[in-house]
């Protein structure tokens, strides 16, 4: 494979105002943008009696030329003309000085969910959200050990969430009353969570053994593959999964056996309390909070041991590694199976809050808004996964919130629709503007005397 | 026998579809080394433009053999124009701004793409699929003999003969650019060496953006046919086109155009006898399981070049 060159600076260097230079590349432009934009939106099919018609919308094709032939000639005046500073690629500073205050960060963070439930103004709608941030930071932690620490690009990752969740949706609904009577429901997401865990953890080898030998994009096509797969099985066995209908009723999770119910043997009444629904939405916030930290925990601690190095080793150089002898093959597998280990447990988290599971949520687009999280945050950065998970849900929540828009626009105008069109552009744009994610340095996992920060330039991608 | 026969010509058919997609994933893989995620959205961006197009030209079956024929040359043609404009600013805005910059920014960046393609047509036109009373109507039985008996009857539709000849056409067509003319020699030097092919003059830019080009212009192509060949389309067809189309690349070899076409006929081939023989529900799992093994067992392809671990 030829190496590619560096592209050479889109636009031409120095750049006064040369006006028919501009005037010909906006019109360039706008042709372009009416080309793309003229048949798919200037044209609207709709079904009528049988066959299509077409709907004619060029006022709508115009106002959005213009827009783009206007913010190009607007970047022309005002960006592209001024002298450009080139960028210097040397590393200043190989270390930089480790940040003083950066140690307070994570603390302060971690103090802040805990008192976030009962912070004056927090209603259940905010502690929901916090839920789904949550879900995603322990999702994007487990995947930043397989994608961050040992390189493996794992576009896949889903299917160990799905695993998780079917477990426990199986295990709870049908399995273990059977097995164990009715008495067990309350209990059944404490004991199914580590089942859950372990089943994953089981899948994560299986998948993980017949991919060992590929490498960067085959690593990630093939694990596409694998996780579309475990979706049209989920769909297709109906007998055993419910096919696209999914598995209702799974039970909500109990306080260490006091269900959130009304009246007596509840939660509520135990504790001498006013029943409320909220309790059960806190307390299964307090859940994924205490999962999510222990992901946190065993990742971090994990980084100290052998395996841990040897996942960093490999992300640095496979070949290195293997002439140093070290097992690249188990070294790969542990990877993939505690990766997926805390996909599955966070899976159960997700059937027992839903208490709904059907292929719907399983669908690759998850798979790439997790990596999505862990490649913004920066790889292999534990905070700049917390960083990018709020900045990305917390996305998707805002425009539930734009209702003011609907006043503006024409009727029909919905920004739910245009959510995931925004993330998908925001995601191009961030790449161009910052690759290697928001948290640009790294913690070193060994240090001789003092610990210093070190620049991601510094630290390889992998291989696979 | 008769079954069978059936089932190969289907799957020729959507094996060659399939092939003209993988073309276009093997070039671009080819000379930059990444994979274009958005390419099997300008595939379904091409089906949406010529569905567009026959509307607004008003074809239907019943219009007479040569205006359907000489519509259809200014569909492939409009659908062209317009995916390989998507593909140039696709490659224009997510790529090129990024080559050379770390490995997963492209892949990043490409999904990304590929979302926004999707979702645009979604808003654009609606989610809902979009169906097409068949244009090319008719066709050959072959073995009538068989008929007479009450059997199975072979069926070879003037359209699967549309698909075939076009894709023989187009592909010797790209052969010929590729291996005749100067813009497919600046081609194979830049997939052979980058740097040195622009140290000996050649505009990488422009070679890469004709690169992307072409792919569109084929899978625009590829797009009219399995629109026209399955009389409906949606927002969403492009993904899994695209991975099946990509397998097919990866079985031929990566890089290798006669490949990418025998990767399509295979894939296509055994997506048709598996629908056709075991299940149909699990006809994408064959092609992901191909696709794992293909990667596992034979990742340099068919008609690759293996890969060479440098230290």
């Known amino acids: 494979m030829a190496e590619v060159p560096k592209s050479t600076n889109v636009m031409p260097e120095a750049r006064s105002i040369a006006a028919a230079a501009i005037a010909k590349d906006v019109l360039f432009t706008a042709v372009i943008a009416f080309i793309i934009l003229g048949p798919i939106v200037g044209l609207k099919t709709f079904a009528i009696s049988g066959s299509l018609a077409l709907e004619q919308r060029w006022g709508l094709v115009t106002v959005f030329v213009a827009i783009v032939a206007g913010g190009r000639l607007a970047y022309h005046l005002l960006v592209w003309n001024k002298p450009q500073a080139r960028p210097s690629r040397a590393i200043s500073a190989p270390v930089l000085p480790f940040m003083n205050y950066a140690k307070y960060i994570a603390p302060a963070l971690v103090a802040f969910a805990i008192i976030l439930p009962f912070i004056p103004g927090v209603d259940r709608r905010i502690v929901d959200l916090a839920i789904l941030i949550l879900t995603y930071i322990m999702l994007g932690w487990g995947l930043n050990i397989v994608v961050g620490l040992a390189g493996l690009l794992d576009l896949g990752y889903v299917a160990f969430y799905a695993v998780g969740a079917y477990a426990y949706a199986l295990l709870a609904t049908i399995y273990l009353p059977a097995w164990f009577g009715d008495g067990i429901v309350p209990w059944a997401f404490f004991i199914t969570l580590p089942i859950a865990g372990v089943l994953a953890a089981l899948w994560g080898v299986i998948l993980g053994f017949p991919v060992l030998r590929l490498r960067g994009d085959y690593l990630a096509i093939v694990t596409l593959a694998f996780g579309e797969i475990v979706r049209v099985v989920l769909i297709n066995w109906s007998d055993f999964t419910g096919g696209p209908a999914g598995i209702g009723g799974i039970p909500r999770p109990s306080f260490f056996g006091l269900p959130f119910i009304e009246g007596e043997g509840g939660f509520a009444a135990f504790f001498g309390l006013d029943f409320k629904p909220i309790h059960r939405i806190i307390f299964l916030y307090y859940v994924i909070l205490v999962l999510a930290l222990f992901t946190n925990f065993v990742t971090m601690r994990l980084r100290r041991l052998p395996v841990g190095r040897a996942w960093e080793a490999l992300r640095e150089d496979e070949i290195a590694c293997r002439s140093l002898g070290i097992n690249t093959t188990s070294t790969k597998l542990t990877a993939f199976a505690i990766g997926a280990m805390f996909a599955g447990f966070a899976g159960s988290f997700f059937a027992t809050r839903q208490g709904f599971v059907s292929p719907e949520s399983f669908v690759f687009l998850e798979s790439f808004i997790i990596l999505s999280i862990v490649v913004l945050g920066g790889l292999g950065s534990q905070i700049g996964v917390v960083v990018a998970a709020i900045v990305i849900i917390g996305a998707f929540e805002v425009f539930r919130e734009l209702n003011f828009l609907k006043a503006v626009m024409p009727a029909g105008f919905d920004p739910v629709q245009y959510r995931m069109l925004a993330v998908g552009a925001a995601l191009v744009l961030i790449m161009r503007w910052k690759p290697r994610g928001f948290v640009t340095r790294r913690e070193p996992s060994v240090v001789l005397k003092e610990k210093k920060a070190i620049p991601t330039d510094l630290v390889a991608e992998g291989h696979g | ?311």
């Open chain 2, 1 to 311: 026998m008769e079954y069978f026969l059936q089932q190969l010509i289907n799957g020729i058919t959507l094996g060659s579809i399939y092939g003209l997609i993988a073309i276009g994933y093997t070039m671009v893989y080819g000379i930059i080394g990444m994979i274009n995620f958005a390419h099997g959205d300008v595939f379904m961006v091409g089906g949406f433009v010529s569905l567009i197009a026959i509307v607004a030209l008003g074809i239907t079956g019943g219009s007479g053999f040569f205006p359907i024929i000489l519509a259809l040359v200014l569909v492939v043609f409009i659908a062209m124009i317009i995916a390989s404009a998507y593909n140039w600013t696709v490659e224009r805005v997510a790529y090129r701004p990024l080559r050379g910059s770390f490995r997963l920014a492209p892949l990043i960046s490409a999904i990304g793409m590929s979302i926004v393609l999707q979702e645009f047509v979604r808003i654009a036109q609606d989610g809902r699929p979009k169906p097409l009373q068949p244009i090319v109507t008719g066709g050959y039985e072959i073995m009538s003999r068989a008929a007479a008996q009450g059997e199975f009857i072979v069926r070879l539709s003037n359209m699967q003969i549309f698909i075939i000849i076009t894709t023989l056409v187009l592909m010797a067509l790209f052969t010929a650019i590729i291996t005749r003319t100067s813009l497919g020699r600046a081609q194979r030097s830049c997939e052979q060496d980058m740097k040195m092919a622009s140290l000996l003059g050649i505009d990488i830019n422009k070679t890469i953006s004709i690169t992307f080009i072409m792919g569109a212009a084929l899978a625009a192509v590829a797009g009219l046919m399995f629109f026209l060949y399955y009389g409906v389309t949606d927002f969403y067809v492009g993904f899994l086109a695209g991975i099946k189309a990509f397998t097919a690349a990866v079985l031929g070899g990566i890089g290798s155009i006669p490949g990418a076409m025998i990767g399509g006929l295979i894939i296509g081939l055994i997506e048709v006898f598996w629908s056709a023989y075991f299940t149909i529900e699990y006809k994408d799992v064959a092609a992901f399981a191909m696709l794992a093994a293909v990667l596992i067992f034979l990742p340099q392809g068919i008609l690759g070049k293996p890969e060479v671990e440098k230290v």
